[in-house]
């Protein structure tokens, strides 16, 4: 599948290729948020112990270089400081920027063993640049969803499955019209936005606030 076939995966859906949060228009939710939207749902995949007294929330698109660089240099420092020992949880949350990562989600979505989820997001923002600018990206993409348990079958199927981008679409709104969310990435520790891929240093700070409201 080419760049101008992934354009039009999934044709009903809402989404439209962009280069920022502004290719995500014409989104609307089924129904409306009734908790607060920084509160961990139960069903939501979560990176440490679930009870850590601080809490750091990634909204990013796994497209976003910015995100990837976040993610290669800064988060493992995050892991082994705060997530290893106990101190915090991560919880990742997509916020697709366009449909190949989109599709990307949307596949990570299915994969059901956490440690392979977050194994499969930790592989596609270490590569990024060698699936996401492939000739082929949906066949590099559905190749690093194989290593992480999906079959091609399954991965087809996943990336067509249209409650599934709902669900994904549903929650940029949420993120984008009450945690006014536009750009990747953005954190949130504890109730702190960070926006933009910030060095270790700034986390720390944010996340030792945030323990201490805990």
């Not at 962009?18 to 069903?43: F, K, N, V, Y």
């Amino acid at each position: 599948m080419n760049r101008r076939q992934i354009l039009q995966l999934g044709g009903g859906l809402t989404v439209l290729a962009g280069a920022g949060a502004g290719g995500l228009i014409g989104i609307r939710p089924t129904h409306a948020q009734e908790s607060d939207p920084l509160a961990i749902g139960a069903d939501e995949r979560v990176l440490g112990d679930r009870d850590a007294p601080a809490t750091l929330i990634d909204y990013s698109s796994l497209t976003c270089p910015h995100c990837a660089r976040f993610h290669t240099q800064t988060l493992p420092q995050i892991k082994t400081e705060w997530v290893d020992n106990g101190r915090a949880r991560i919880v990742f949350r997509h916020f697709p920027l366009d449909r190949l990562a989109l599709a990307g989600a949307m596949a990570a979505e299915c994969i059901e063993r956490d440690q392979a989820y977050f194994a499969y997001l930790d592989m596609l923002f270490a590569e990024q640049a060698a699936w996401a600018r492939a000739e082929d990206p949906l066949q590099e993409l559905q190749k690093r969803a194989q290593l992480a348990g999906l079959s091609p079958e399954r991965f087809n199927e996943c990336i067509q499955d249209e409650a599934v981008a709902n669900r994904i679409l549903e929650a940029v709104v949420v993120a984008r019209d009450q945690l006014q969310v536009n750009s990747t990435p953005t954190l949130f520790a504890g109730t702190q936005k960070i926006a933009g891929a910030m060095d270790y240093e700034t986390f720390d700070a944010a996340l030792r606030e945030a323990a201490g409201q805990a």
